[in-house]
């Protein structure tokens, strides 16, 4: 009689930081029977049902300070971890993968409650607080940044760098009107867009436009003046489906530094003009940033300190500079681990088979 498949439950809810390298982990486990664990309303309920069956819980992100919604957001937390626990009982789970964010507590939790393993991806160089308070609960702490280890001494981790879309393991087609020889910027504020960013691009854009370049701008959803700027070099869009033949096209990218996003220009070789989002927890972004800037791959600006003249400036130099840019561009892959996805399935293959 053939064994059953083994049964994973993968937490990972929210931004696309979250969901695409989950995603990616799932497509190297096409024999095993997956269920999603995600909340309402967030990128999960579009990206998700289509390949595996979501499950909602009421779990939030714990606030900082006392207020009336805290007992709510404790009531909905506990809610959580029972109604996991249910999952995991129903649906016989093997283990449980998740890449942190405050859906990873529940999941941990009651994979602790019911004896099963638990693997965490930390992608962020600083790690979230469920990944400082919950990892030593966890079998494996897997890190998308090596240097992150320091942060969490007394948990046994392993790099394996952060999983990018089965998109970026092939070169894409880019269906955008724009002559092979011309130099491409992307502009890209993460998965939620970055107005301040996009209101310096638009400011320094004329210069670039001079000197023959194209731009590929996507705004986010909440620009609300995404439609202000008109050249024929210039392509708008709120959001691309896209973004690994964006990236294999770019000469340079103007970019948010998200984990998913270092990981993705380090992959496709993009040199980067990398602007944190300054408001991100403990300044992470910043500290993502680094790795790229170190390597000689990018250069970092703070977003309170920049202007347009300054990006104006910084962006003229390096298009004036085709040799620099692809010096930058092979600095930036030499630090890609390409099988990142692929070692985490191996990872939590072995749990099963060792449980």
């Known amino acids: 009689m053939a064994s059953s498949p083994p049964r994973i439950l993968i937490a990972a809810s929210g931004t696309g930081g979250h969901l695409f390298p989950a995603i990616a982990v799932a497509q190297q486990l096409p024999d095993c029977k997956i269920e999603w664990l995600g909340t309402a309303n967030r990128m999960e309920t579009s990206l998700v049902p289509d390949d595996y069956p979501l499950n909602i819980i009421p779990v939030e992100g714990f606030q900082q300070k006392l207020s009336p919604k805290t007992l709510k957001i404790i009531t909905g937390f506990i809610t959580s971890i029972f109604k996991t626990q249910k999952l995991i009982k129903e649906h016989n789970i093997d283990a449980v993968f998740t890449t942190g964010g405050y859906i990873a507590a529940p999941a941990i939790l009651a994979a602790r409650l019911q004896k099963i393993p638990a693997v965490i991806h930390e992608s962020n160089y600083i790690p979230g607080k469920v990944t400082k308070f919950l990892s030593r609960w966890c079998d494996v702490v897997a890190l998308g940044f090596a240097g992150t280890s320091q942060y969490l001494p007394q948990t046994e981790t392993v790099h394996v760098s952060t999983p990018v879309r089965s998109q970026f393991l092939a070169p894409q087609a880019l269906d955008l009107n724009i002559p092979d020889d011309a130099i491409v910027i992307l502009v890209t504020g993460g998965s939620q867009g970055a107005v301040s960013v996009n209101r310096l691009v638009r400011e320094s854009a004329p210069a670039w436009f001079d000197l023959g370049a194209y731009i590929v701008h996507l705004t986010g959803e909440n620009d609300p003046d995404a439609d202000s700027l008109k050249h024929p070099n ?112 191996k990872i939590v293959r072995k749990l099963i088979t060792n449980n």
């Open 234 to 345: 210039y392509i708008s869009m709120p959001f691309s489906n896209n973004m690994a033949g964006l990236l294999q096209r770019a000469n340079l990218a103007i970019s948010r530094s998200g984990a998913g996003a270092i990981t993705e220009l380090a992959f496709t070789g993009t040199p980067a003009v990398l602007i944190p989002y300054p408001y991100a927890a403990e300044d992470h972004q910043s500290y993502n940033a680094k790795e790229l800037a170190d390597a000689g791959a990018a250069v970092v600006f703070k977003q309170s300190e920049l202007t347009a003249a300054i990006l104006q400036e910084q962006v003229s130099e390096y298009l004036r500079s085709p040799e620099l840019l692809q010096e930058m561009g092979h600095k930036a892959k030499n630090l890609a681990i390409t099988n990142s996805a692929e070692r985490l399935a």
